[in-house]
């Protein structure tokens, strides 16, 4: 037997319940297809904030809890400085609140912590979490805040004469996802192409051999913490834009956690892959699953979505222990 | 280097030292020791009210208006009347965050906080008011939740200190029921109609089920349960499904950030507002302006009270803002939930009044103050008195109904303003009475309460 | 110069393995014991049973199953939260369907039916480890918050999800008032912390030492990995499991799934590891440490006079919590624990230092 078999027996399985509803006429093709949109845009979303986790993870070996509290303190600093100035300026200030703010947690959290346990570092970073919380709500507010991108809100229909009833679509999702896939193209541009993305590669190696031929290790993390400080800052303004920006904002991310294990910590491609996974994935269960659940075992209400993503994550776990993308950990004695 | 070690390990000592001692003084503080002391600076008695209120978090949008509304009253109340009948009014804060441990520590805390105790709780959050029901037959200390609560609890047999004032969600559930079927045209025309509740995946959004479960029984309707898990701001599943199945009406039952996150979803499925229906916590500004242009059209139920501004706002402006002492930056003065919590920081010194008749004027145990709540009457002279008028509907209470009857508007967002629409809604009693018992007798049953003899005690 | 073990002679090995080797410590215990037993209840007042003693003395059971998996057996865990919620619902159910069980028995009972949730759970561990392995138990908390949000048996129909329980009675013993909660509480607990202290210094604990510093290495020199990941994942949760039923019995009397969420289990994490992994007696510190800290926080200002928002008083809540456990793990990352043996063995040379 293959030692893939398993693996490939659960993908498998995944792509056959997929197409499923649409095979068994549980859905009409429209709607099957908004739903795998409305997925997708989540999954973008999803995969913005894990994209920032295995950033870090790669470069600092960090499992950084506060990925989430970042989306939420930069999405609140850019809506509250819209208030007072363009959208490009406060996104520009943004940008240099998120690189102040990756310096700080450098020189306070991660310096100090330098060789501890991951688990040690991971409470550090849950530390960083609550304090951004309340750090943000202190100086910008807790209310609800909006951040206007100028889109229209109100969706069109389009592929009317392909599909019965149409498809709903919103230009904000599509804006969104190629603001996305902008910044992952620039993302891996950077890190191709530009000597400071090369040493970061170099560091995410190995730490040490990165060290001893010259990149000074503490500047590579400020670097990179700043770097998933934009990329938070970027989620927190596309998900803000969406649905306001509040508080909730932090606890959303935590979606993103099954993401990176099911791409594996230390995997870009993996973020991205996996996000997209578990959004079309949970809006498909929610969607198509949980009323026959529902129906069958006579329960008070849906609502699989919660939990739908980790224990997916978790059978993709169960049959490749190291993620999608992850790198293949050997343990010797 | 060992020098340095010393005084980390110092400095830490100390730390732990300032906390843990902190707490062993206040201990103290609790352990009744000084309590003359307390006594001694209040000579002439204060009636002391805490306030749970929540101004962080997923539900501060929420939470900080209301707070705002229901301190201001009090302090209105010190400032222009002197007290309650010369009593002078005390009050603390502290902060529940909505979560349920939370709420359980600061009741705790404050229930014992003056010489006569804590007057009456207001939870604000449902499940709050679940875990303070048990302690309530201990403490006897009141607890009101007006709009909010256990349905059971306006049966004042068992729930002896409950008081739902004005309404539950049962009885608000079956209001927006019957609005909907004024709309299609009779109760019987909502046949083969399809609702769909979208609510909060908690004791508060789970409340109205069953009464809509009994209407669906009666009329035949079909009813679409979608649980929104806490804080709501992931709803893309819930309206894809609302797409889906594409019901006649959405009944919202959302709180904080969902409620605004439920409209903006709505505009993002093209489902139209005007057929959605929010209870009465899901109808003030913060739920509808997040959504901008979006929310025009989209109705909720209001009691207790709609937005605007009466006589007595100009007393809070004169006598409270005027002077800089306005809770909160004045922050959501006039709004819909800035009323409701002036609304329900008036019934409880209302109770306080009525209970002083029989008590005699000093300040009131909780015990005391019940008598006050189980015999309000707050009739259309009175709420014009108060300056209240507008902004509520009669309210008579006794041992037996602890609710006082329940009376409620629809009003919708026009994109700038909420538009009352005329006509009072009421709910069918004689549907909601049955299930009132039945559920009241399970909780006894499960408790093991001895009920009230009300006969027996009203005198 | 009072604090040392000159002339204290050992003769048997059970007298060198004992508990507390040091006649010294033996004195202290005893005192401790008759102080928290005879008088403590006799001078403290109901607030602080029911807010933070009544709280810690259950904590510090659930905090002592989560380091014999995280701190004795490296195994981490983000969803113990779940297990004492299996806990608090398989007591509500036993009690509720089977009333004439005595509360012990119905304890014991929901403290198996947790281990038996948590052995499932513990399977993964035996493929993933690590963070991984963390992110997993997610799995765990999100489910289980979910089947008892849903599955309407569980919380016997109640139209809102929350459960109600009554006084506990048993011997004819009602357990109403704060002080006898709080006896019963502190009695179970000493019973758990001798147990948990027995079993991690018998082979079983030591297998989970060895998994915890290096599997690989501990299943060459014949420890099955199967078999101490498993026990230990199972005892674990018989601990959480109890006190999840003591949570929802003897600390909120009603409660909803919501109760034993996310942020619960991160604050049994929060509790092993300022107080201390792998240390029975970290546990303490690390309960008391989080039971204490947000109600302290909360009132600070009151108290010195400097009154602010309780908006800002929260947040600043917020940030002084974040920030005291960077510091804590910046300054001692082995937790309350070690400074303890740290401030013990100064003890033991003073006054002479040198």
């Known amino acids: 037997m293959n030692k893939n078999t398993p693996f490939i027996a659960v993908c498998v399985a995944l792509l056959v319940g997929l197409v499923l509803p649409l095979a068994t006429g549980a859905s009409a093709p429209g709607f099957y297809v908004e739903v795998l949109l409305g997925g997708l845009m989540a999954g973008v979303l999803y995969s913005l904030v894990a994209l920032g986790f295995a950033l870090i993870f790669k470069a600092s070996g960090v499992f950084n809890f506060a990925q989430g509290a970042m989306v939420l303190f930069a999405a609140l600093a850019v809506a509250r400085l819209a208030e007072r100035m363009p959208l490009w300026a406060a996104i520009l200030v943004g940008i240099v609140i998120m690189t102040l703010l990756a310096w700080f947690i450098e020189r306070l959290v991660l310096r100090p912590l330098v060789n501890q346990d991951p688990i040690a570092l991971f409470m550090a970073t849950l530390g960083v979490t609550f304090f951004l919380d309340g750090f943000g709500q202190t100086v910008w507010g807790s209310d609800i805040y909006k951040i206007e991108l100028g889109m229209t809100k109100e969706p069109v229909l389009v592929l009317q004469n392909l599909f019965q009833g149409g498809i709903l679509v919103n230009g904000e999702d599509f804006v969104a996802a190629i603001v996305a896939a902008a910044l992952v193209g620039g993302l891996a541009l950077f890190f191709q192409y530009t000597p400071t993305g090369r040493a970061l590669r170099a560091v995410a190696d190995d730490h040490q051999a990165a060290q001893s031929i010259g990149i000074p290790l503490n500047r590579m993390w400020v670097i990179v913490w700043a770097v998933a400080g934009v990329v938070a800052l970027v989620a927190g303004v596309i998900w803000g834009s969406k649905l306001g920006v509040q508080f909730s904002l932090s606890q959303v991310a935590l979606k993103a956690l099954p993401v990176v294990i099911l791409g594996g910590f230390t995997s870009v491609t993996g973020a991205i892959v996996g996000g997209l996974i578990i959004g079309v994935g949970e809006k498909m269960a929610e969607v198509f699953l949980g009323p026959v659940l529902v129906k069958a075992f006579d329960l008070a209400g849906g609502g699989i979505e919660n939990w739908f993503a980790y224990v997916l994550a978790l059978v993709f776990l169960l049959v490749r222990p190291q993620g999608l993308f992850g790198e293949k950990h050997i343990d010797r004695v | 280097m060992r020098h340095q070690v010393g005084v980390k390990y110092t400095v830490l000592a100390a730390l732990l030292a300032a906390v843990f001692g902190s707490t062993a003084l206040q201990a103290q503080d609790k352990a009744g020791v000084p309590a003359q002391k307390k006594a001694a600076s209040a000579p002439a008695g204060e009636q002391f009210f805490p306030v749970l209120s929540y101004r962080t978090g997923a539900y501060a949008p929420n939470g900080v208006p209301f707070a705002n509304g229901y301190v201001d009253y009090l302090k209105l109340v010190n400032a222009r009347d002197g007290g309650i009948n010369g009593i002078k009014i005390t009050f603390e804060e502290c902060e529940t965050g909505y979560a349920t441990d939370r709420g359980v520590e600061c009741y705790e805390r404050l229930k014992g906080k003056s010489p006569t105790g804590a007057t009456l709780f207001h939870p604000l959050s449902t499940g709050i008011t679940f875990a303070l029901t048990d302690k309530s037959f201990t403490d006897k200390i009141p607890i009101i939740t007006p709009g909010y609560g256990r349905a059971d609890s306006m049966d004042g047999t068992v729930f002896a200190w409950n008081f739902p004032l004005g309404g539950t969600y049962w009885t608000s559930s079956d209001m927006l029921v019957q609005h909907i079927g004024k709309k299609e045209g009779g109760l019987d025309k909502l046949k083969g109609k399809k609702i769909a509740l979208v609510y909060h995946d908690s004791p508060y959004g789970k409340e109205p089920i069953p009464l809509l479960q009994e209407r669906q029984k009666m009329h035949g309707f079909e009813l679409l349960l979608l649980p929104v898990t806490h804080p709501g701001v992931e709803q893309k599943a819930t309206w894809l499904q609302i797409r889906q199945q594409r019901p006649d009406y959405v009944l919202l039952w959302g709180w904080g950030v969902m409620n605004s996150t439920s409209i903006k979803e709505a505009v993002a499925t093209g489902y139209p507002r005007e057929k959605m229906y929010g209870v009465w916590w899901s109808g003030a500004e913060p739920d509808v302006t997040p959504a901008g242009e979006g929310a025009k059209g989209y109705n909720a139920l209001t009691f207790l009270a709609p937005a605007g501004q009466g006589a007595v706002h100009k007393d809070i402006l004169k006598f409270v803002h005027a002077k800089g002492e306005a809770a909160g930056n004045k922050e959501g003065f006039g709004e819909v939930l800035y009323n409701r919590g002036m609304t329900n920081a008036m019934m409880s010194v209302e109770a306080v009044k009525r209970a002083q008749i029989r008590y005699g004027k000093k300040p009131l145990k909780g015990e005391e103050v019940r008598w006050g709540l189980e015999n309000l009457a707050i009739d259309a002279a009175a709420i014009k008195r108060l300056g209240f008028e507008g902004f509520m509907a009669p309210i008579s209470t006794s041992c037996v109904d602890h609710e006082g009857g329940s009376a409620a508007q629809i009003h919708t967002w026009d994109g700038s303003k909420w538009v009352v629409e005329p006509g009072m809604l009421q709910p069918d009693m004689s549907i909601i009475k049955p299930m009132i018992r039945a559920s009241a007798e399970k909780y006894a049953a499960e408790k093991k309460i001895v009920k009230r003899d009300c006969a027996k005690e009203t005198s | ?354």
């Open chain 3, 1 to 354: 110069m009072i604090y040392r073990e000159n002339g204290q002679f050992k003769s048997s090995y059970a007298a060198d393995q004992q508990m507390l080797p040091i006649g010294q410590d033996r004195v202290f215990m005893v005192a401790l014991l008759v102080f928290v037993f005879a008088v403590l209840p006799a001078v403290l007042g109901d607030y602080v049973f029911l807010s933070l003693l009544i709280p810690f003395l259950i904590l510090t059971i659930a905090a002592i199953g989560l380091n014999l998996l995280v701190g004795y057996c490296g195994q981490i865990s983000l969803g113990h939260a779940a297990f004492m919620a299996v806990g608090a619902y398989a007591a509500y159910n036993l009690v509720l369907r089977v009333p004439q069980l005595n509360f012990l028995l119905v304890l014991v009972l929901a403290g198996l039916v947790a281990a038996a949730v948590g052995l499932v759970f513990g399977i993964p561990s035996l493929r993933i480890k690590g963070l991984y392995l963390g992110v997993a138990t997610l799995a765990a908390q999100f489910f289980i918050d979910w089947v008892f949000a849903r599955v309407k048996w569980f919380t016997n129909y109640a139209h809102s999800g929350s459960v109600q329980t009554a006084p506990i009675e048993m011997f004819g013993w009602t357990i109403d008032s704060p002080v006898e909660k709080y006896v019963f509480l502190l009695s179970l607990l000493i019973v758990f912390t001798l147990i948990a202290k027995n079993l991690v210094r018998s082979h079983i604990g030591r297998e989970w030492m060895a998994m915890r510093d290096m599997d690989v290495a501990a299943e060459v020199i014949g420890i099955r990995p199967v078999y101490a990941k498993l026990t230990a994942f199972a005892v674990s949760s018989f601990y959480c499991g109890i006190a999840g039923a003591l949570w929802g019995f003897m600390h909120l009397g009603a409660w909803e799934p919501l109760a034993f969420n996310l942020t619960l289990s991160l604050n049994l994490l929060f509790m092993i590891i300022i107080g201390g992994m792998g240390s029975v007696l970290g546990c303490y510190f690390g309960a008391a440490f989080i039971v204490v800290l947000p109600i302290v926080l909360n009132q600070v200002p009151a108290w010195i006079g400097f009154p602010i928002s309780t908006a800002m008083a929260s947040h600043l809540e917020f940030m002084i919590f974040g920030a005291l456990i960077v510091f804590f793990l910046v300054v001692e990352p082995n937790g309350l624990a070690r400074l303890w043996a740290i401030g013990k063995e100064k003890l033991r040379l003073w006054p002479f230092p040198h």
